[in-house]
């Protein structure tokens, strides 16, 4: 795990977070030349192999200027309201400027749930896989239009570092009018310093960000900081830069001032020591010896090998996965709920749509989601070939 900056091009999943006043303009709506200069910046990183999603907010600031709300704070249906009037212009705007570098684009809005639910996690995880692999862009958004002040993320910033987790990136970029973390806030405190590498986020770093957020954008520096926790904490570095330059990314490249927040781990290794970390597994899954070598050689358990499961759990939680001599190996996140895995273990994954009459995950425990834990059984997971074939997240 490197602990240092390296280039953009050297990540090989990336989400950048753009945000409100980076896009739009109060007066004018879009800043179109700006997003068509962010997309070629995008399309270069493509084509350095990299996998690029987008994190876009503006959906809110979009739409009041459509429909000249005044200034000032919304109550919640006027943003609700502004957000749908908005989003469809700024995913159209998206969906344009990418095509133009023959990128396809796609639209998805997550609410906290999408992320925070484990069964609706791998669904959303599952969609913005299949994007990816399908050599599109995600573009995400909060569902504004749907998400009340109780149920929301309401900033970006954390919403983008829950996605970075969600699909294992190894970089977040935190793109919007700030260039980095400073000591104190540079406006109030003429002695303020500019923090280059922060290699750990500590209690000290946490009170270095105020609460600045500007009328267009509801993130602050706390916001980023809380986002920086969520994503270095699962292994995914974080960059906080200025999205005010024309090519930002580009800008980056070339050495303009940015903070860069070390990765605690690699993003495999923290998520599975999570999985593994579960205290009281909803259920059991006992195996075949093939099944089991299977899994030692990190393949994904097919409901082939299943001999037996126990215990009443849903898609999503975790479970625990016992070999033939009936000790624990390994443990997991179940692709199915406990009356489903009953149905199709020892089945063929091909029969798996005739039996539960939809077409499913061929695995029953995904290899991403699974984690061996029994003696002889902890395979040291560099994460390296962690998204081959990932056909069934
Ligand atoms: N989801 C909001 C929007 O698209 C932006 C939230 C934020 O600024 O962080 O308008």
Redesign the pocket.
């Known amino acids: 795990m490197t602990k240092t900056r390296k280039p953009l091009q050297k990540y090989r999943r990336v989400v950048i977070k753009i ?2 006043a980076l896009l739009v303009d109060r007066k004018s709506g879009l800043k179109k030349a700006w997003l068509d200069a962010m997309c070629a910046d995008i399309a270069a990183l493509k084509a350095k192999g990299v996998e690029v999603l987008v994190v ?8 009041r200027t459509v429909l000249d709300l005044p200034a000032g704070a919304l109550k919640l249906e006027e943003s609700q309201a502004a ?1 749908a009037v ?2 469809i212009a ?1 995913a159209r705007a998206w969906s344009e400027s990418l095509s133009t570098d023959q990128i396809i684009a796609g639209q998805v809005l997550l609410t906290l749930g999408d992320t925070e639910e484990r069964r609706r996690y791998l669904n959303a995880r599952a969609t913005i896989n299949q994007l990816l692999k399908l050599g599109a862009v995600p573009i995400i ?2 569902n ?1 239009t749907v998400a009340t002040t109780e149920i929301r993320y ?4 954390r ?1 983008a570092a829950r996605v970075a987790t969600m699909v294992g990136a190894d970089l977040l970029v935190l793109l919007s009018d700030i260039d980095g973390l400073y000591t104190a806030p540079p406006h109030l405190d003429p002695d303020a310093r500019f923090l280059d590498t922060i290699a750990e986020i500590t209690p000290e770093i946490e009170a270095m960000a105020g609460g600045a957020a500007s009328e ?4 602050g520096m706390r ?1 980023k900081i809380d986002a920086g926790k969520i994503a270095t904490t699962a292994g995914c570095a974080m960059i906080i830069a200025s999205g005010k330059p024309d090519h930002p990314l580009n800008a980056i490249e070339c050495g303009a001032r940015s903070s860069w927040f070390a990765p605690a781990g690699s993003p495999v290794t923290a998520r599975k020591t999570w999985i593994a970390g579960q205290l009281l597994p909803a259920g059991t899954l006992i195996i075949d010896a093939g099944a089991e070598t299977a899994l030692r050689s990190g393949k994904s358990l097919l409901p082939a090998g299943v001999r037996q499961v126990t215990g009443s759990f849903s898609r999503g939680d975790t479970i625990a996965i016992l070999g033939a001599a009936g000790r624990e190996i390994a443990r997991g996140l179940a692709g199915y709920d406990a009356d489903e895995a009953r149905q199709i273990a020892g089945k063929k994954s091909a029969e798996i749509a005739e039996i539960l009459g939809y077409a499913g995950r061929a695995a029953m425990v995904h290899r991403d989601d699974l984690v061996m834990t029994g003696p002889a059984g902890a395979r040291v997971d560099d994460g390296r070939d962690e998204r081959k074939g990932e056909v069934h997240a």
């Open positions: 945000g409100s876009s907010s503006g959906a809110i600031a979009l739409g957000a908005g989003q700024l958004n909060e504004d309401g900033d970006n910033d919403l267009l954008s509801r993130g916001t």
